[in-house]
C-alpha cells in the first residue's frame, strides 16, 4: 500500500502554505487511478473542480464538485479520476498541532464525507483565508479548525448514543426545500411532533435555530453556482431562495466574511 508523506498527492500542487503544524496545499490531480495508499496526516481534502470517485473499505463515493472529505491518519483509500481537471484544496493536521490544541485524533471518524453546513461552511472560511493569506489568518485558521474539530467530536458522540430518527429526516427536508422550507407546523405534522418540541430540541442537534440552518444551506449551495461564471448573482439569489441580490450578499458575508463576488474571483 503506498504511503504519503505531508504535502503529497497525487497531482501537481500549485500552492503549499505551513502553518506550525498545519499543511495547506492546492493541487490539480494527475492520476487516473490512484491504487489503495494512506496519508501521514489527518487531513481534509475539499473538491474545487471536475469530480472524483472515492473508494474506502466500506463502499465508493461519487464526489464532484464541492465535496469535502475528511480523512484520518493512516485510513486507507483509492481514487479514481475521470477525464478532465479535477482540482483539490487540502489542509493536513500534524501532531504537534493537535497536542497543542488537545486534540484527541482517536474520537474523530476515518473517512468521511461532510454534507454538515456547521461544519462546511467554517472550512470554506479557511479556503477564503488561505487564498487572501496576511497576517491575522493564522490566527483566523487555527480557531476555525478547532471549531470544525469541535463539531466533528461532537456529531461521532451523537452517532454514538442514539439520536433520534426526526433528526435525520428534519435535516433531509431542510435540504430538499431550502428555496421554499416549510413551516413549523408543516414540519411537526410531518414528523408527527409537536411543535413545542421541535422547536426545544433542533438547537441541541443543529446548533442554531431554523432560520439560521436554513440560510447556511442557502449560502452553501450558493457555493457551488458561483463557479459557474454565466450565472448572475440575481440569478444565484433567486435559485437558493434569497429574495433578492442583497439579501444574498449580506448573508453570505456574515458566513463567508466576504462578498459572493469576491469568493468567485478567489475560487477561479
Not at 30 to 36: G, K
Not at 45 to 60: H, M, Q, S, V, Y
Not at 242 to 261: N, V, W, Y
Request: aromatic share 12%; hydrophobic share 35%; with cysteine.
Amino acid at each position: 500500500m503506498h504511503y504519503l508523506a505531508t504535502g503529497q498527492f497525487y497531482g501537481e500542487t500549485n500552492q503549499t502554505l505551513e502553518l506550525d503544524g498545519l499543511t495547506i496545499t492546492d493541487t490539480e490531480y494527475s492520476y487516473e487511478f490512484a491504487d489503495w495508499h494512506y496519508h501521514e496526516n489527518p487531513h481534509f481534502a475539499l473538491i474545487t473542480r471536475g469530480d472524483i470517485l472515492e473508494g474506502t473499505r466500506k463502499g465508493t463515493y461519487e464526489c464532484p464538485v464541492d465535496t469535502l472529505l475528511f480523512h484520518n491518519r493512516q485510513e486507507p483509500h483509492y481514487n479514481i479520476k475521470p477525464k478532465g481537471t479535477t482540482r483539490g484544496f487540502q489542509l493536513e493536521i500534524d501532531e504537534q498541532w493537535s497536542r497543542k490544541f488537545e486534540l484527541n485524533l482517536d474520537a474523530l471518524p476515518g473517512i468521511a464525507r461532510i454534507t454538515q453546513p456547521i461544519i462546511r461552511l467554517p472550512f470554506y472560511n479557511i479556503y477564503k483565508e488561505a487564498k487572501l493569506f496576511d497576517d491575522a489568518s493564522r490566527i483566523t485558521i487555527d480557531a476555525l479548525l478547532i471549531e470544525i474539530f469541535a463539531a466533528l467530536q461532537g456529531l461521532s458522540s451523537s452517532r454514538a448514543t442514539t439520536m433520534p430518527a426526526w433528526v435525520k429526516r428534519v435535516d433531509e427536508i431542510l435540504h430538499d426545500n431550502f428555496a421554499h422550507p416549510p413551516s413549523l407546523q408543516e414540519l411537526s405534522q410531518e414528523l408527527n411532533l409537536h411543535w413545542a418540541h421541535l422547536s426545544r430540541e433542533f438547537p441541541r442537534y443543529f446548533h442554531c435555530n431554523f432560520g439560521e440552518y436554513v440560510r447556511k444551506i442557502r449560502v452553501e449551495k450558493s457555493l457551488v453556482l458561483l463557479r459557474n461564471k454565466n450565472l448572475s448573482l440575481t440569478e444565484i439569489a433567486l435559485a437558493c431562495g434569497f429574495a433578492d441580490q442583497s439579501h444574498f450578499i449580506r448573508c453570505f458575508k456574515a458566513f463567508c466574511g466576504i462578498t459572493p463576488k469576491a469568493f468567485r474571483k478567489i475560487s477561479a
